[in-house]
């Protein structure tokens, strides 16, 4: 399956992080399961999954908050599984910010240089960088009550960071933010770990979020990781039914390899009522059950037939979501089956479909994934 | 009809108000009273501050208000102490077994008839009197502790199990060692209730007589004790006048300690509306 991306260790370098057949039990419920990972110096990687998946479990080992129940943990080659949070090299962020609330703004901030014995002179200076960079000067005598949510969120980000940790871990760090705030602060993220060059891991359950920041993406279900890849690899070519349909929309559709050669696959499916060609091989044994993925805006609309007979079929609009950057269709096939198609709104007297029109729907033969499991 | 209720709430508020505070407003008009029998009021010679000069010429109960005033401050400060301890143990460390017997065993002194508690205690305190020396100021401060404890505990358990366990974990994550985490970040987040505990701590060994006249020896009075004694011969004018005195410095601890609060809470607000206000 080209979709697991090759790990750091192919690229140069040992990996930075490295997780061995990782476990947490809590009595007899499994919230982490198995999971080996490997994550490389000044990477992105992101941590998807959907509420209770044990994301936040498996960032609470990295950070050294719950002893694994089998595996263990590499950082930079040295075995911490059993160090203590107070030793790891390993800063992290709170879902919660968990900002000290009897203490000033700089006095947080202050207060993981502190512990390390950092001479008085020394740490008010790295205080004020810090809250330069997250554009909090002024703001040092606050306490955290007298803060706005986007505030609290900076203060948080300038208190992990300001021990330079080479590992940085972040759960759901934007949770909290608006959508505008929220973009914005995706861009200062990555921007700034570009410079400071810091490891991030990065746990999320919005797949947009983790599109935008990740270098790479670990998708986790019920305390699995199901795939690792970039961005595009995850979305373009997801290895199961899960990952396909969990990032993103697609149209998801059951059905029967009948033709099987290197180059080219055809798939009998009885939802849409026609072949599915698809132009690349299948890894599966002939006449197996199959799913086929295919995404919403990689399926054309015409009011004309157009040529060819693969991949084609004629259904009825539904319904119509008008969304500004893109139309979102409705289309229903004669056997009753519904696709969603996204048309991109390049121009602003395009074509558009309405209600009941009777529309033709095509796609490339590249397009369709075909996932076996 | 809204106007008849009205009254009745009224009249009902008024009647639960004079329940409470007639004895008490009674007792502190009395205290003013120049006669030597309580129940008589000598208009010639009154108001008269004379008990409370002889009060502080009386030098037993100037001792035995002492003498009540060390055995609970020693009190309060160790049953906080161990409060806390247990108290944390009790709600910080991952359950074991036999935690819920442990919380129930903590807080049962508080339900546990006082006669009980003080029988056993005296039994106790003969047993070991080779080891503590005779019953007295040392074994009475024993004997509180482990009554005022119970009620430490299930003050600043409730307040420790509100204290956000991430904070504790943020700090532990930057580098400070879990005694560190506890002294500057869990101790003063905890800090109210641990004043609450102190005082409530001290104002129950202050009051107590039962399980005092246990195992209480013959050369320690405490103040309940003096005045219970005292009232056995006959209800004596300079205790009105002592008991003014307490019934002042409750009060004026309530007022401060309220203003305080108030004060506390709405700057709270107003901080947080200017946070608001800011913005992002
Ligand atoms: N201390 C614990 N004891 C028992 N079960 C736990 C404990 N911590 C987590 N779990 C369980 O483990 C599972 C994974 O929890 P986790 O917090 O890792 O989820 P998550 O992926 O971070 O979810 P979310 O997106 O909602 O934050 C959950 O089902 C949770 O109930
Ligand atoms: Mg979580």
């Excluded at chain 1, 947009?208 to 920041?213: F, I, Q, S, Y």
């Excluded at chain 2, 000069?53 to 035995?64: D, K, P, T």
């Excluded at chain 2, 460390?93 to 006082?114: D, H, I, K, N, Q």
Aim: net charge neutral.
């Amino acid at each position: 399956m080209n979709a697991v991306q090759t790990p750091a260790a192919a690229r140069g370098g040992a990996p930075y992080v490295r997780l061995e057949g990782l476990t947490k039990r809590f009595g007899d419920f499994v919230a982490v399961r198995q999971v080996s990972l490997d994550i490389a110096r000044g990477e992105i990687f992101c941590l998807l999954g959907a509420s209770g998946c044990g994301k936040t479990t498996l960032l609470r080992m990295l950070a050294g908050f719950e002893t694994p129940t089998e595996g263990s943990i590499w950082i930079d080659g040295v075995d911490v599984t059993h160090v203590p949070p107070y030793e790891r090299p390993v800063n992290m962020m709170f879902q919660s910010y968990a900002l000290f609330p009897h203490m000033t703004v700089a006095q947080n901030v202050a207060f993981g240089l502190r512990q390390d014995g950092t001479a008085k002179s020394e740490i008010d200076g790295r205080v004020h960088e810090m809250l330069a960079m997250v554009q909090l000067d002024g703001y040092d005598k606050r306490k955290p009550h007298q803060l706005s949510g986007g505030q609290r969120q900076r203060v948080a980000l300038a208190r992990a960071l300001v021990k330079r940790p080479k590992l940085l871990l972040l759960d759901e760090p934007l949770g909290a933010l608006d959508k505008k705030l929220r973009e914005r602060t995706q861009f200062e993220l990555v921007s700034l770990q570009e410079r400071l060059g810091v490891t991030f891991v990065i746990v999320t359950h919005d797949q947009e979020e983790a599109m935008t920041l990740a270098s790479r993406i670990g998708v986790m279900r019920a305390g699995e990781i199901l795939q690792v890849g970039t961005p595009t690899d995850i979305y373009e070519f997801p290895g199961s039914r899960f990952v396909a349909d969990f990032i993103g929309s697609v149209n998801m559709v059951e059905g029967r390899l009948v033709e099987d050669e290197p180059d080219h696959v055809r798939i009998q499916c009885e939802q849409l009522g026609c072949m599915v060609y698809v132009d690349h091989g299948v890894s599966a044994p002939p006449d197996a059950p199959v799913a086929v993925a295919i995404r919403p805006e990689k399926i054309q609309l015409s009011r004309e037939q157009p040529p060819g007979t693969d991949n084609l079929l004629a259904g009825r609009v539904t319904g119509v979501a008008y969304l500004g950057d893109a139309t979102r269709y409705l289309v229903q096939l004669p056997n009753g089956f519904q696709l969603r198609v996204t048309a991109p709104n390049v121009s602003r007297r395009e074509e558009r479909f309405e209600q009941d029109d009777a529309v033709w729907l095509s796609w490339h033969p590249s397009s369709p994934v075909v996932v076996t499991r | 009809m809204h106007d008849r209720r009205s009254w009745f709430v009224l009249s009902m508020l008024c009647f639960g108000f004079a329940f409470l505070y007639v004895p008490i407003l009674s007792m502190v008009v009395y205290s003013f009273n120049a006669s030597r029998l309580v129940t008589v009021w000598d208009s010639a010679h009154s108001p008269t501050l004379a008990w409370y000069v002889e009060l502080f010429h009386n030098s037993e109960i100037m001792e035995a208000a002492r003498l009540s005033f060390r055995i609970a401050s020693v009190n309060a400060t160790g049953a906080v102490i161990l409060g806390t301890l247990a108290a944390f143990a009790l709600e910080r460390y991952r359950r074991f077994r036999g935690r819920g017997l442990f919380s129930l065993l903590t807080t049962a002194p508080m339900v546990l008839p006082e006669v009980i508690t003080g029988l056993s205690l005296l039994l106790l305190f003969v047993v070991l009197e080779p080891l503590i020396g005779a019953r007295g100021a040392t074994t009475i401060t024993i004997a509180h502790m482990t009554f005022s404890m119970a009620y430490a505990i299930v003050v600043i358990q409730a307040r420790l199990a509100t204290v956000d366990r991430s904070l504790e974990e943020a700090a532990m994550d930057l580098g400070a060692r879990p005694w560190k985490v506890f002294a500057v970040i869990t101790l003063p987040l905890i800090a109210p209730a641990i004043a609450s505990a102190w005082v409530l701590s001290f104002i129950l060994s202050w009051d107590d007589i039962v399980i005092t006249s246990f195992v209480s020896g013959p050369g320690s009075t405490t103040l309940p004790q003096y005045v219970f004694s005292k009232v056995r011969l006959g209800v004596s004018p300079d205790i009105n006048a002592l008991a003014t005195i307490l019934v002042l410095i409750v009060s004026v601890a309530v007022i401060v300690a309220g203003t305080y609060m108030m004060r506390r809470d709405q700057r709270r607000i107003r901080d947080a509306q200017v946070a608001l206000g800011a913005g992002g």
